[in-house]
Structures are given as structure tokens and as C-alpha cells.
């Protein structure tokens, strides 16, 4: 009985080797450039600053257009009493470095125009600053990022209120991607 199972075992490994030695394997390559979500977790001075963003598809092989949304404590020279909690919307135009088969780390950096919607007070406009470092796995990126918030202060009479402007203002925090 023993050696029926052996005999019907090889004959099934037998056929079963045959039949996959004939086909074909084909393997598809992640496109790399494709669309990305992100999510970064900073600090800014006093608390957590959270950012979610969309990437577009990379242009040129090397720009990217980041849509971003971000919730933090304001934090800068001649602070606002009470460090205000700021959400920020804003648009990016990204350089990242060039892709090498060897090194899987690539930098990146950043110009792009953000809305400050202070709670309880007017909206206040400016430039947004990104510099940092992406390693990427399979389909996701994770690396350290460094923002600067620079806001213009309007100086307007309808505009401006007195000691009411945003300052510059610096966060660090570790970014993490994926890939559509």
C-alpha cells in the first residue's frame, strides 16, 4: 500500500513539473512615477503637525505638483498668545533628484503658495518651503522632511490687525507615501 502513495506522489510531482517548466513567466515593473497619497507627522514647536497630501503623476521625470492640507500649532519669532492652531492649504511644485538603480534614496525640494485659515481670525496667505529625503520600498516612500512657512504680513488698513499676522515658522517631521 506504502508503495502505491509513493509511486502515485512521483507521478504527480512528475506531470505537475512538466507542465510549469513550459509556461511563461512575465513580470510587470511598478511604475515608479505614478500618482502618490502622503502623509506626514511633524513638529513644529508645541505639538503634533499633521499633512495629508496627493502627488501628481512625476512631469519630466523629475517634478511632481503636491496638493497638500495640514493642521497644526502656529509656532514662530514674536509668537501670537496662546500658539494658535492653523490649518494650512496649499499647492507645490516639487524637484526631486535623479532615480538611480543604486542609490535608493532621493532628495527632493520644493516651492509652493499656501492659505493660512488661523481658527478665529482672517485668512493670511504666503510661500511654502519643502526640502527632504524619500527611500522607496515597493510601492511606498518614508523619509525625514523639513518645511518653512513663510507668510506674507499685509500691511493694508482692512487687512492688517495688530499683532494679529503670522510669522515665519519651521516644522520637521518624517513623511510617508504610497503609490496608486
Keep these: 500500500m506504502r508503495t502505491i502513495h509513493m509511486a502515485a506522489a512521483l507521478g504527480l510531482i512528475v506531470l505537475t513539473a512538466s507542465r ?3 509556461q511563461t513567466v512575465t513580470v510587470t515593473v511598478d511604475d515608479e512615477g505614478g500618482p502618490r497619497a502622503g502623509a506626514t507627522l511633524g513638529y513644529g514647536g508645541h505639538g503634533a503637525d499633521l499633512e495629508a497630501s496627493i502627488d501628481s503623476p512625476e512631469l519630466w521625470n523629475s517634478v511632481r505638483v503636491r496638493a497638500l492640507l495640514g493642521l497644526g500649532r502656529w509656532v514662530g519669532v514674536g509668537e501670537i498668545p496662546g ?9 507645490s511644485v516639487i524637484r526631486i533628484g ?17 492659505a493660512y485659515f488661523r481658527h478665529g481670525a482672517s485668512v493670511q496667505s504666503g510661500l511654502h ?6 527611500g522607496s520600498g515597493e510601492r511606498w516612500t518614508i523619509g525625514p522632511e ?9 500691511r ?5 490687525e495688530p499683532r494679529a499676522s ?9 513623511a510617508l507615501r504610497r503609490r496608486f
Design 83 to 91: 500658539d494658535p492652531e492653523v490649518t494650512r492649504i496649499g499647492l
Design 129 to 134: 518651503l519643502v526640502v527632504g529625503m524619500e
Design 146 to 154: 523639513v518645511g518653512l512657512e513663510l507668510p506674507v504680513v499685509r
Design 20 to 22: 510549469t517548466s513550459a
Design 98 to 114: 535623479r532615480r538611480d538603480i543604486r542609490y535608493p534614496i532621493r532628495p527632493y525640494g520644493g516651492l509652493g503658495v499656501s
Design 166 to 174: 503670522l510669522d515665519p515658522t519651521a516644522r520637521i517631521g518624517v
Design 156 to 160: 493694508d488698513p482692512p487687512f492688517f
